[in-house]
């Protein structure tokens, strides 16, 4: 699945993945391929990101908003 972070200033990441682990305000969210579209707010922790060569990312932000659609996650942030 395609994977789009960006904070005000830059693009924080961009390109396919396996998995997102956010914290939004109903509590923990992991976003795997085929989940439901949603949108959510997000709170302060860590974005972590496992990409397809499983390789973990890790970004903290302060606040944000999560959009998953079927074809991508994206996410705009504060850090």
């Known amino acids: 699945m395609t ?3 960006y904070s005000l200033k830059e693009i924080l990441f961009k390109g396919s993945g396996e998995s997102v682990n ?3 305000a109903e509590g ?7 989940h439901i579209p949603l949108i959510c707010g997000l709170e302060k922790g860590n974005l ?3 990409d397809n060569n ?3 990312h890790i970004i903290p932000i302060s606040s944000g908003f ?3 659609n ?3 996650i ?6």
């Not at 994206?74 to 850090?79: S, V, Y």
């Open 3 to 5: 994977i789009n972070i």
């Open 22 to 24: 956010v914290k939004s």
């Open 28 to 34: 923990e969210l992991t976003i795997l391929k085929n």
């Open 48 to 50: 972590k990101i496992i």
């Open 54 to 56: 499983g390789k973990t």
């Open 66 to 68: 999560l959009e998953v």
């Open 70 to 72: 079927p074809k991508e």
């Open 74 to 79: 994206n996410i705009l942030c504060q850090q």
